[in-house]
């Protein structure tokens, strides 16, 4: 239904253009191609409205990530996700297999200590999470980068926001040829909109500054799909250096990926940056593989 004050917005344009393109062009589920009726939200940039009625340090990231990608996903497709919850890996983020009990370090983290202070992450690396962070790496479907940085803006939120002072937010930087080839760096996509995101949610977050040049990738690495823990470290041994303007010394940095897998990537960014005379690094990942 249509109001006269809505029409006199434009509202029956907006309504009658959506209508058309729905008959002539229907949505495909970007997960499973299937065709179904998106949730389509009137000012989508800025999709604040949808969480008026939840409290955003309380925020569920099931309910959160079925409602942030209704308008790409079909209604399946919202719900299979596998949020990351307590009790979890203090330092790693891992998630224990039993689900009570306390958050504590994992034998992995006593055995070989991390770089970073810690490393949290939104949800586990499967089903619709992994099929959307993939399309838009690997299809260049920048349109998913709205939503998923908001949902990993309220994880940023929920661990750090007031606890943990953050100064400089880095991006894992990609060697400049993947670079031009895909166009883009999917973790700063994920960040670049953040500052408003913290307007809209009266969330405090002038005093930290996002520094994307911070790191730089020097060594082309081969793909780490396939590859343990050991080869991993190999791979990516060395293969980052500081970027020459960064200012990062007694800085609290936060780097951001897209997953994090072994923690290799991670650790071995989190080392030049504290040789670099950085106070300290955490990580932030949309997904975790488990
Ligand atoms: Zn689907
Ligand atoms: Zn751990």
Not at 91 to 98: A, V
Not at 249 to 270: F, K, M, N, P, Q
Request: with cysteine; charged share 20%.
């Amino acid at each position: 239904m249509i109001t006269a004050n809505q029409a006199a917005n434009g509202g029956l344009f907006i309504w009658m253009a959506r209508a058309l393109k729905e008959a002539v062009w229907p949505s495909k589920c970007l997960v499973c191609r299937s065709f179904f009726q998106p949730t389509v939200y009137e000012n989508y940039n800025f999709p604040v409205k949808i969480f008026n009625d939840e409290s955003m340090l309380a925020y569920n990231k099931k309910s959160a990530f079925h409602k942030l990608m209704r308008p790409f996903l079909c209604s399946a497709c919202s719900t299979d996700f596998v949020p990351v919850e307590s009790p979890f890996c203090c330092i790693c983020g891992i998630m224990f297999k039993s689900r009570i009990g306390d958050d504590h370090v994992c034998g992995e983290c006593i055995k070989s200590p991390k770089k970073f202070r810690m490393a949290r992450t939104m949800g586990v690396y499967e089903g619709a999470l992994m099929k959307t962070i993939q399309c838009l790496k690997y299809k260049g479907k920048i349109q998913l980068a709205r939503p998923l940085g908001m949902l990993l803006f309220f994880t940023f939120i929920k661990y750090w926001n007031n606890k943990n002072r953050i100064d400089l937010i880095v991006p894992v930087p990609l060697h400049i040829k993947r670079f031009r080839k895909r166009g883009f760096n999917q973790a700063y996509l994920l960040i670049r909109e953040w500052f408003s995101y913290a307007d809209a949610f009266n969330v405090e977050l002038s005093y930290s500054k996002i520094e994307k040049n911070a790191l730089i990738m020097n060594k082309q690495t081969e793909s780490q799909t396939g590859l343990d823990r050991k080869q991993r470290q190999a791979n990516i041994k060395n293969a980052f250096s500081l970027g020459n303007s960064s200012k990062i010394t007694g800085e609290s940095i936060l780097l951001i990926d897209d997953v994090y897998t072994t923690g290799a990537t991670a650790d071995e960014c989190a080392k030049v940056l504290i040789k670099g005379g950085a106070k300290s690094v955490d990580v932030l990942t949309l997904a975790r593989g488990m």
